[in-house]
């Protein structure tokens, strides 16, 4: 049986004590939480530094046997400082998180790869793998250049997110995809989007935050990616619809999201 996650972008507007309740009325095994933003002013629940919100988070955990998944978004930066994220290792530890979202937007890639092994040597320390998320707008746009960065680290914990969106846009292959050692591959994103790439930078963000479509509605060869990755990894649905949100709830929303990830895993499986 597969493991589901609902991705904190999936349903951002809630907080994760409300995010925890639907996951489980809808049926994922687990939840992603946004402790950090992904841009300077973006949505985040600081959980680190909102005891009561903590607590709460921590009794619906209890309550309802759901689990976290990871914690988000570590975005580098060439100001970023490693030092200063104790409190969130330590809140990650506390919700009993596996993994961490990392992502690269220092354009020196020597100094991104040396803060981010000292990252993965802390984060281990409370139990996180950190899990590099290629992009085509940030310092690793590729799974290529992915699988170079943390083969270089090479420490148990660094390892690489795969978004099936991404993959897509990055224009990564499934051969490459094939080479990376199964220990590299702790959780993958599943979603879908048009076939046609956007043609601007601008555009691809807007979409990626956005405007993702239903696993299986949209044009990217999901089930030949799903065939691809190993089947013990849990899959987490990250399906931001910004303008569906205006008309239909959260649950309706997370929902159809989980029903089409499971049908699009079935056929991988199915076709295997």
Request: aromatic share 4%.
């Given at each position: 049986m597969a493991t589901f996650s609902v991705a904190a972008l999936t349903v951002l507007e809630l907080a994760p004590p409300e995010m925890i309740e639907l996951a489980?009325?809808?049926?994922?095994?687990?939840?992603?939480?946004?402790?950090?933003?992904a841009t300077p002013?973006?949505?985040a629940y600081r959980l680190m530094d909102d005891a009561p919100l903590l607590r709460e988070t921590l009794r619906r955990l209890?309550?309802?046997?759901?689990?976290?998944a990871d914690i988000e978004v570590v975005a580098f930066r060439p100001e970023t400082d490693v030092g200063s994220f104790t409190p969130f290792f330590e809140a990650g530890a506390r919700l009993g998180a596996k993994h961490i979202l990392v992502a690269a937007y220092d354009p020196d890639l020597a100094r991104f790869s040396d803060r981010y092994r000292q990252f993965c040597e802390a984060a281990a320390q409370y139990g996180l793998t950190s899990d590099l998320e290629f992009m085509p707008?940030?310092?690793v746009p590729d799974l290529e250049t992915a699988i170079r960065i943390v083969g270089g680290i090479d420490h148990p914990a660094a390892g690489i997110l795969v978004d099936a969106l991404h993959f897509d846009r990055s224009q990564s292959s499934l051969g490459d995809l094939r080479t990376i050692p199964a220990r590299r591959l702790h959780y993958w994103q599943l979603c879908d989007g048009p076939a046609e790439r956007p043609?601007?930078?601008?555009q691809l963000i807007h979409a990626a935050r956005e405007e993702r479509m239903f696993p299986g509605e949209g044009g990217l060869d999901i089930v030949g990616l799903a065939r691809a990755m190993p089947d013990d990894l849990t899959i987490s649905i990250e399906v931001p619809t910004v303008q569906l949100?205006?008309?239909?709830?959260?649950?309706?929303?997370?929902?159809?999201?989980?029903?089409a990830g499971k049908t699009v895993v079935e056929r991988a499986r199915a076709n295997s």
């Open positions: 489980a009325r809808c049926g994922y095994d687990k939840v992603g939480l946004r402790l950090l933003p002013g973006g949505v209890q309550s309802t046997g759901v689990t976290v707008w940030t310092s043609s601007t930078t601008e949100a205006k008309t239909v709830d959260a649950e309706t929303r997370a929902r159809r999201a989980l029903a």
